[in-house]
Structures are given as structure tokens and as C-alpha cells.
């Protein structure tokens, strides 16, 4: 007999050995086949048993635990439109509004003093302004000259006037081409040849209309957004974009239905596992859902060259077709959740008085006493404790 070999115990036959654990109690961790061949990028939820751990040569069945549903991966970040890095804001050529009163009527000074020296002021005029008369010998072509160049330098200096509001700015073009802002308020002056668009740089606020849109389970909803805003780059909100203020509303309606169909409505998800992150966050968590939604209606609106300074939903509304279906399924929700507290209080209740008595010697540890004691017991807690709950 080769001195290497054993016999093996019990008589057991040679060709079916048996595995000797070479630590007492140990504990071998299987791996379901189908984990090692999961594709990790397609973003599928297991839900079948998983093997924990069993002991070998114990006849032990091995213990199977649920497998919990992962929270849903995030969505990649779809990157904002880009914005003209030619277009950015800058100050335009502008001056105090008295300097262009100044020389208008400086023009107009000269001129009227030329048209006097001439004699080509009417007699009422030169009464009136006390002037003596000078004979009127008629207008050469220097003398033209010069009252044509007086009356465009008066046109220029007076047509280039204009009063900017507070809160407002201008927008100037020159044949097409951006020329500048003007945030200066009051009376101005910038040259008439350009073009003046006036754009509205206050802090504002819009409130949405009811939009639709749907949660994660694709209930409808109806929801109301108000979003406080103002114009930050003037250049890019007038001519980056058609209108700003469409551009803002469009943008609020497609954010809200991208951060809206991430999370569900409320946290009667049959799938959410209690006490989980996935299952406490919902769309009545009004503060997640502000930030989420400010910072994607934030990043959209910067090539337009507006500042989001918050996006906060008002009103989240089921839409009018599922309101009453939603209603009685929290109203069933809701009976459910209480039916399962008072049945675990009254299994508690039940344990706690078979456990004293049993201690005290009342009654007898036989099972088929224990088993009638349970069962009269939970029947009267039960009873007296749904009835306290529903009245």
C-alpha cells in the first residue's frame, strides 16, 4: 500500500473523496456564473438571488440573499452649446450728453451769425433779436459751402443725442458690425450713424405656464417654474440668438424634462428598497430639484449670455388624466404602510407577553399550548389596535 495514499474514513469508496477543510469553520464564497459574464456598460439590474456563502461538508443549504437594485447611473452631461468667442461684450464710444448739446448748438450759432452777416436773415428775425440789418447782396458759393457744413455739423451733434434708462443698455451696430454697449444711463451721445439696440439688463423673473412633462415612471405631470434671470452679456443676448427670452423659456422646458424624468414623483416605487437613497429622493425634494435643474438651465443659457440665478419648480402637479388613478393608489399606499405597522407592533406585543409568561411559569413551554396562546393573542391586539388606528 503506497505509504501517501489514506484510506478513506467510513469505508467511503477511494474514487469519490472528499474535501478536508483545512481551517475548522471555513466558509467558501461562490460566484454565480452569470457575474462573470456582465457587461458593465449596459447599465442592466440584476435582480436574481445571489449566493452568500455556505459551509462545506456540513449539509448546510446554501444562503441566498436578495439582490438590492443599484441606483440609476447619472446621465452623461450633454455639453453646452458653444458659444462666438468674437462675440463678448465691450464698451462702446459714448460721451456726456451735454457735450453733443454743446456743439449742436455752437453749429447752430455760426450758422445764424453767418446767415445775419449776410443779410439773409429776415428784418422781423433781426428786430426781434435787436440785431442792426445788413443789405442783403446775395449767398456765394464759400459762403454755401460753409452753411452746408454747419448744417450737417449741427445734424450730427444733435441727432447722436438720446437718453439711456436705468436698467437699460444699448446695443450698437455700425453696418452689421458689433460697435459696443452703452450701460451709461442719463442723457448720451453716441454717433447717429449707428444702430441702438436697447436691451433690457435688470434683474427679472419669469413664471412659467403649466408645462408637461413626466417622472420616471412616465406619470404625467404639470409643472410651474419660476426662474430669476438677467442679461449678463449684452453683444451675445442681442445678437447671438434671435430672441433671449424665448431662447430662456425653451431651454427651462427642455431642462425641466430631462431633470423631471430622472427621479420618480414620490417614494411609492415598488422597486426602492426601504430606508435607500434611491427611494427618499424624489421630485418632492423641491431643493434637488432646484439646483439640478439652475445649473443645467445655467449652462444652456451662457451662450446666449444670460446669468440663471435660480430655476425653482412652484408647482409639481399630476396632469389631470392620472390625478385620480395616482390619488387611490397613495390611498392604498398609505393603508397598506399602516396595516404593516400595527401588524408589527401587535407581533411584538404578542412575543413580549408569551416570553413573560413563559418565564413566570404560567404557562406551560408545550407547543400546541404556545401556538393557541399566539394565535388568541394576536387576534385580540389586532383587533383592538386596527380599530383604535382607524377611528
Known amino acids: 500500500m503506497?505509504?501517501?495514499?489514506?484510506?478513506?474514513e467510513g469505508g467511503a469508496p477511494p474514487d469519490s473523496p472528499r474535501h478536508t477543510p483545512v481551517i475548522a469553520q471555513e466558509v467558501t464564497t461562490e460566484i454565480p456564473v452569470h457575474l462573470l459574464?456582465?457587461?458593465?456598460?449596459t447599465h442592466q439590474i440584476d435582480l436574481r438571488p445571489a449566493v452568500v456563502a455556505r459551509r462545506q461538508g456540513t449539509g448546510e443549504q446554501p444562503k441566498v440573499a436578495a439582490r438590492r437594485p443599484a441606483p440609476p447611473r447619472p446621465s452623461p452631461q450633454r455639453p453646452a452649446p458653444p458659444a462666438d468667442p468674437d462675440l463678448a461684450e465691450r464698451a462702446a464710444p459714448a460721451l456726456p450728453g451735454w457735450t453733443g448739446a454743446v456743439a449742436g448748438a455752437c453749429s447752430l450759432a455760426g450758422i445764424g451769425a453767418l446767415l445775419w452777416g449776410t443779410g439773409a436773415l429776415p428784418g422781423r428775425v433781426t428786430a426781434l433779436l435787436g440785431l442792426t440789418p445788413y443789405p442783403y447782396h446775395g449767398i456765394g458759393i464759400g459762403v454755401s459751402c460753409v452753411l452746408a457744413l454747419g448744417v450737417l455739423l449741427a445734424l450730427f451733434a444733435l441727432g447722436g443725442l438720446g437718453r439711456v434708462?436705468?436698467?437699460?443698455?444699448?446695443?450698437?451696430?455700425?453696418?452689421?458690425?458689433?460697435?459696443?454697449?452703452?450701460r451709461r444711463t442719463g442723457l448720451v451721445w453716441v454717433s447717429p450713424l449707428v444702430r441702438r439696440r436697447p436691451v433690457d439688463v435688470?434683474?427679472?423673473?419669469?413664471?412659467?405656464h403649466p408645462m408637461p412633462a413626466a417622472d420616471a415612471d412616465g406619470t404625467a405631470l404639470s409643472v410651474v417654474v419660476l426662474v430669476v434671470w438677467r442679461v449678463e452679456d449684452t453683444a451675445r443676448a442681442a445678437l447671438g440668438v434671435g430672441d433671449h427670452e424665448a431662447y430662456l423659456s425653451e431651454q427651462v422646458e427642455a431642462a425641466l424634462a430631462r431633470v423631471l424624468s430622472q427621479l420618480p414623483s414620490d417614494g411609492l416605487r415598488q422597486d426602492a428598497p426601504a430606508g435607500s437613497a434611491v427611494g427618499a429622493l424624489t421630485l418632492r425634494n423641491a431643493e434637488a430639484v432646484g439646483d439640478a435643474l439652475t445649473r443645467m438651465v445655467a449652462a444652456e443659457c451662457v451662450?446666449?449670455?444670460?446669468?440663471?440665478?435660480s430655476a425653482q419648480p412652484t408647482a409639481i402637479e399630476y396632469a389631470p388624466e392620472v390625478a385620480a388613478a395616482i390619488q387611490r393608489r397613495q390611498v392604498v399606499a398609505i393603508d397598506a404602510k399602516n396595516r404593516?405597522?400595527?401588524?408589527?407592533?401587535?407581533?411584538?406585543?404578542?412575543?413580549?407577553?408569551?416570553?413573560?409568561?413563559?418565564?413566570?411559569?404560567?404557562?406551560?413551554p408545550d407547543d400546541y399550548e404556545r401556538k393557541a396562546l399566539v394565535r388568541d393573542l394576536t387576534?385580540?391586539?389586532?383587533?383592538?389596535?386596527?380599530?383604535?388606528?382607524?377611528g
Open 202 to 208: 435688470r434683474l427679472r423673473h419669469w413664471r412659467s
Open 379 to 390: 387576534v385580540a391586539f389586532y383587533t383592538g389596535r386596527s380599530g383604535a388606528a382607524e
Open 340 to 364: 404593516d405597522a400595527v401588524l408589527t407592533s401587535v407581533v411584538d406585543a404578542v412575543d413580549d407577553t408569551v416570553n413573560r409568561l413563559t418565564a413566570r411559569g404560567l404557562i406551560e
Open 165 to 182: 434708462h436705468v436698467g437699460h443698455a444699448w446695443v450698437l451696430t455700425l453696418f452689421g458690425d458689433y460697435g459696443g454697449t452703452v
Open 303 to 309: 451662450p446666449a449670455g444670460i446669468e440663471v440665478f
Open 37 to 41: 459574464f456582465r457587461d458593465d456598460d
Open 2 to 8: 503506497n505509504p501517501t495514499t489514506s484510506e478513506p
